[in-house]
């Protein structure tokens, strides 16, 4: 019996609890939080996601890769019937990419061609963005003709487009006279396609601008706002940029993109917007306009449900906005100038107007809010820049607008029957310069049987002041326009 080995109790106790320990430590390491088990599992979703955006780079490299292959020069395309839209220096140009059948949900890719890329024959027009992540949409070149039923009167109408070959003057229907004078029936070279040169389109801010401070806090459009030295930007969803002057706005926009001639839009840039939306290529129908007391680019018309104002008139920005009011809902989309995802947004409503770099020619009063317009530049420069209209000598609204009645292009004369009132197409509100009112603003509310309705068409003649309803945008040619900046402001580029 001495001979026989085994092991005591306590050793068999020790024995088991070192084995229990190391099951523990094995199992946790297997199946713990941190285990392998869970860290293969975050391994794998890492691992997928991580595919996921090599493919999105993927589809994103092959668009900019079939970019080089897109003709995007603004030549004149046979097969599209309309001008190749010009992209400057870092642009590149972007699609809708709807998730689902409606297209409400969805992201901005870059089109693999041109039938990607735009379709004006079919209210689809070209969008692009910028190196910083601004939007903008093209406006190729064409020529108008406003029927004598609707001509100078306040009786809305299809307006008769046919788009121009390149730079030159033979229209897609190989039309070759122009009358290029304000008349019923006439056919018109639209002017705002010449920028010191005769340009194949322009490119106009999709959406009113912002800065790069402006959150969906109203607050941030409009506080300490009235300044040169923001970053300005065209984006959605934001609060828009307020409280400046028509001066300041004016150099924002100059500063924006120098190298693709950004700019304050001009009344006749805007005119080229309208006329367009009011044809058989855009929307062609009332824009129901952005309503949105917080002031958030983009957004659609008030709806039933919407947490209102006290006047019950316009709705806040709240928590469901994303999916009843933003730019790409049915209801953001009512408020384009093609009725879709694909036009510009922000032309009408928001109980604010936009002012354009347009002038009566009083330089004392031009110059108390709005200086750099009058120092744009040499006397050529001036006229790329600014839309000057005569001044009469009593400086009434009445006598302004009989002296500058000849004006084509800009959407005041041709669509409205008088110079005050509810006049302009769609019973749109508007009023001429007059005395100290010397800058001119568009795209407000109008009222219509006690209802403040959005008013694509409205205009009025302002002093130019910095004020919380005041926005603008911007533009661009084959220098890109911005055009939209102030009371908001829109913004144009030429490329």
Same mark, same amino acid.
């Given at each position: 019996?001495?001979?026989?080995?085994?092991?005591?109790?306590?050793?068999?106790?020790? /024995?088991?609890?070192?084995?229990?320990?190391?099951?523990?430590?094995?199992?946790?390491?297997?199946?713990?939080?941190?285990?392998?088990?869970?860290?293969?599992?975050?391994?794998?979703?890492?691992?997928?996601?991580?595919?996921?955006?090599?493919?999105?780079?993927?589809?994103?490299?092959?668009?900019?890769?079939?970019?080089?292959?897109?003709?995007?020069?603004?030549?004149?395309?046979? !097969?599209?019937?309309?001008?190749?839209?010009?992209?400057?220096?870092?642009?590149?140009?972007?699609?809708?990419?709807?998730?689902?059948?409606?297209?409400?949900?969805?992201?901005?890719?870059?089109?693999?061609?041109?039938?990607?890329?735009?379709?004006?024959?079919?209210?689809? #027009?070209?969008?692009?963005?910028?190196?910083?992540?601004?939007?903008?949409? #093209?406006?190729?070149?064409?020529?108008?003709?406003?029927?004598?039923?609707?001509?100078?009167?306040?009786?809305?109408? /299809?307006?008769?487009?046919?788009?121009?070959?390149?730079?030159?003057?033979?229209?897609?229907?190989?039309?070759? /006279? #122009?009358?290029?004078?304000?008349?019923?029936?006439?056919?018109?070279?639209?002017?705002?396609?010449?920028?010191?040169?005769?340009?194949?389109?322009?490119?106009?801010? !999709?959406?009113?601008?912002?800065?790069?401070?402006?959150?969906?806090?109203?607050?941030?459009?409009?506080?300490?706002?009235?300044?040169?030295?923001?970053?300005?930007?065209?984006?959605?969803?934001?609060?828009?940029?307020?409280?400046?002057?028509?001066?300041?706005?004016?150099?924002?926009?100059?500063?924006?993109?120098?190298?693709?001639?950004?700019?304050?839009?001009?009344?006749?840039?805007?005119?080229?917007?309208?006329?367009?939306?009011?044809?058989?290529?855009?929307?062609?129908?009332?824009?129901?306009?952005?309503?949105?007391?917080?002031?958030?680019?983009?957004?659609?018309?008030?709806?039933?449900?919407?947490?209102?104002?006290?006047?019950?008139?316009?709705?806040?920005?709240?928590?469901?906005?994303?999916?009843?009011?933003?730019?790409?809902?049915?209801?953001?989309?009512?408020?384009?100038?093609?009725?879709?995802?694909?036009?510009?947004?922000? +032309?009408?409503?928001?109980?604010?107007?936009?002012?354009?770099?347009?002038?009566?020619?009083?330089?004392?009063?031009?110059?108390?809010?709005?200086?750099?317009?009058?120092?744009?530049?040499?006397?050529?420069?001036?006229?790329?820049?600014?839309?000057?209209?005569?001044?009469?000598?009593?400086?009434?609204?009445?006598?302004? #607008?009989?002296?500058?009645?000849?004006?084509?292009?800009?959407?005041?004369?041709?669509?409205?029957?008088?110079?005050?009132?509810?006049?302009?197409?769609?019973?749109?509100?508007?009023?001429?310069?007059?005395?100290?009112?010397?800058?001119?603003?568009?795209?407000?509310?109008?009222?219509?049987?006690?209802?403040?309705?959005?008013?694509?068409?409205?205009?009025?003649?302002?002093?130019?002041?910095?004020?919380?309803?005041?926005?603008?945008?911007?533009?661009?040619?084959?220098?890109?326009?911005?055009?939209?900046?102030?009371?908001?402001?829109?913004?144009? +580029?030429?490329?």
């Amino acid at each position: 019996m001495l001979k026989n080995k085994g092991i005591t109790l306590i050793a068999l106790v020790v /024995t088991i609890v070192v084995l229990l320990i190391l099951a523990g430590v094995s199992i946790t390491a297997v199946f713990g939080d941190n285990g392998i088990i869970s860290g293969a599992q975050k391994a794998k979703e890492k691992t997928d996601e991580a595919v996921k955006n090599d493919y999105e780079q993927i589809e994103d490299l092959e668009g900019i890769i079939a970019t080089y292959s897109i003709t995007s020069d603004g030549s004149y395309s046979e !097969k599209k019937k309309v001008n190749t839209p010009k992209l400057g220096s870092g642009m590149i140009p972007i699609t809708w990419q709807a998730e689902n059948e409606e297209g409400t949900q969805g992201k901005w890719v870059v089109p693999k061609n041109e039938d990607e890329w735009y379709d004006y024959q079919n209210k689809k #027009w070209a969008n692009a963005k910028t190196a910083d992540g601004s939007m903008w949409v #093209w406006i190729p070149r064409y020529a108008y003709s406003i029927a004598e039923e609707n001509y100078n009167k306040n009786v809305e109408g /299809t307006i008769d487009i046919d788009f121009m070959k390149g730079t030159t003057n033979e229209s897609a229907s190989g039309r070759t /006279t #122009w009358n290029n004078k304000s008349g019923a029936g006439n056919w018109n070279i639209h002017p705002a396609f010449e920028f010191g040169e005769t340009v194949p389109g322009i490119w106009v801010a !999709k959406f009113k601008a912002s800065h790069t401070g402006c959150t969906t806090d109203v607050s941030t459009g409009m506080t300490d706002t009235n300044r040169t030295d923001l970053t300005l930007q065209v984006k959605p969803n934001v609060t828009s940029w307020r409280n400046i002057t028509i001066g300041n706005a004016f150099t924002v926009c100059l500063n924006y993109n120098k190298s693709l001639n950004s700019h304050l839009i001009k009344n006749v840039e805007w005119g080229a917007v309208l006329y367009l939306t009011q044809s058989k290529y855009g929307k062609n129908s009332k824009l129901l306009g952005n309503e949105c007391e917080s002031k958030i680019t983009g957004a659609g018309s008030k709806i039933e449900g919407d947490v209102m104002s006290e006047n019950g008139q316009t709705y806040l920005y709240d928590n469901s906005f994303e999916t009843k009011h933003s730019y790409m809902t049915e209801n953001g989309k009512e408020a384009s100038t093609t009725g879709n995802i694909y036009g510009i947004y922000d +032309m009408s409503g928001s109980y604010m107007y936009e002012f354009v770099a347009a002038y009566i020619n009083q330089e004392e009063d031009v110059g108390k809010n709005g200086s750099s317009l009058l120092d744009a530049g040499s006397e050529e420069d001036t006229k790329k820049l600014v839309d000057i209209y005569e001044t009469s000598e009593r400086k009434t609204m009445e006598d302004n #607008w009989n002296v500058n009645k000849n004006r084509y292009g800009d959407a005041l004369y041709e669509t409205s029957g008088e110079y005050n009132g509810h006049n302009a197409w769609y019973g749109d509100y508007g009023g001429y310069f007059y005395n100290e009112s010397v800058f001119l603003a568009r795209g407000n509310c109008s009222m219509h049987d006690t209802i403040y309705e959005p008013a694509l068409f409205y205009f009025y003649g302002k002093p130019g002041a910095n004020e919380n309803n005041r926005f603008f945008q911007t533009s661009s040619n084959s220098i890109i326009r911005l055009y939209r900046l102030l009371s908001n402001f829109l913004l144009r +580029m030429e490329c």
